[in-house]
């Protein structure tokens, strides 16, 4: 029997999740398809409770609702409650588990450039609702957590969270500082990039040993990510943390490996990038 899955956000026009699960699905000759609808905010418990009375097996949650979901749940996995964000929803035994795959997803994706070992550094500027779920899912492997952010309260309320689960991080103010010099890896969260706006801080200085990694795609490069490349450092963009959430939401839906290289492939051709 067909199954459904979908994505729901406010706005959605953009998301390249149903491309990426699609052409999975295809892949695979999975019996299954993957939409998108848009869900206003005041709309999200109804939306919630029709995608379950028409037989989904599962969706994707985006902003505006990721926080906004967690009480219509049933149940949390640890991945949700560690977040205090879901992007992912199963249907099982009449039951809504809400789960979260961004952090995970992202630290898969971050392991295949480096090892994670507790000795290394890693610097994430923001503390949105991304640099949570990433932080979240780095601080068990015992690495360093290097928080700023524009908005103290937010970077210090961070550090708190990370340091409630017996992880190690630290403080600093958003500003240029040590930070630079001491992450082996720098990950750019904030929103600073997405209309090719120039970062606030240069990058000048920074060992071309670190890896820079900007969790933005679209732009494919960002100035910030620009500028790190052109100062020797190795850079990431934002597209393999979202192909590996999708690839975890798959795995939580299903209980098999997704196939991931179709999935990028699809994710590049959606974005008409050269392939390396
Ligand atoms: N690749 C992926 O799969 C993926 C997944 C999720 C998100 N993202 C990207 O990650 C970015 C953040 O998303 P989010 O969900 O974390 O958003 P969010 O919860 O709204 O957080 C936004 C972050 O950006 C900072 N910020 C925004 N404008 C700024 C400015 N002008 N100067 C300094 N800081 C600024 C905010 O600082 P304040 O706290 O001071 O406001 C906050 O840290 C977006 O660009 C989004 O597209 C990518």
């Avoid at 780095?138 to 409630?164: C, D, F, M, W, Y």
Wanted: proline content about 4%; aromatic content about 6%; charged content about 20%.
């Amino acid at each position: 029997m067909q199954k459904h899955l979908a994505v729901i956000g406010y706005p959605i026009a953009h998301s390249l999740s149903p491309i990426m699960h699609n052409a999975g699905y295809k892949a695979v000759h999975k019996e299954a398809i993957y939409h998108k609808f848009a869900v206003r905010p005041e709309e999200l418990q109804e939306a919630v409770l029709g995608l379950k009375a028409l037989g989904f097996r599962g969706w994707n949650v985006t902003i505006p609702h990721k926080e906004t979901i967690l009480p219509l749940c049933d149940e949390l996995t640890e991945e949700a409650k560690l977040a205090g964000a879901v992007n992912t929803v199963k249907v099982q035994e009449g039951k809504l588990i809400g789960h979260n795959t961004d952090g995970v997803g992202f630290v898969q994706s971050l392991q295949k450039h480096m090892d994670l070992t507790p000795d290394k550094d890693i610097v994430l500027l923001g503390a949105g609702g991304a640099a949570k779920g990433i932080a979240m899912a780095l601080a068990p492997l015992g690495v360093t957590i290097h928080v700023l952010n524009r908005t103290k309260g937010k970077a210090q309320q961070l550090v708190e969270q990370i340091q409630s689960i017996g992880g190690h991080a630290l403080l600093h103010e958003w500003a240029l500082g040590e930070w630079l010099k001491r992450g082996d890896c720098i990950i750019q969260t904030t929103s600073i990039g997405l209309k090719m706006e120039d970062y606030p801080y240069s990058l000048h200085g920074i060992s071309p040993d670190t890896l820079v990694i900007d969790i933005i795609f679209n732009p494919w490069e960002t100035p910030f990510l620009k500028e790190a490349k052109s100062l020797g450092c190795k850079t990431v963009n934002g597209i393999e943390m979202l192909l590996y959430q999708g690839a975890k939401a798959w795995e939580f839906w299903f209980d098999e490996e997704a196939p991931v290289s179709v999935m990028r492939e699809a994710l590049l051709n959606a974005l008409q990038v050269e392939k390396g």
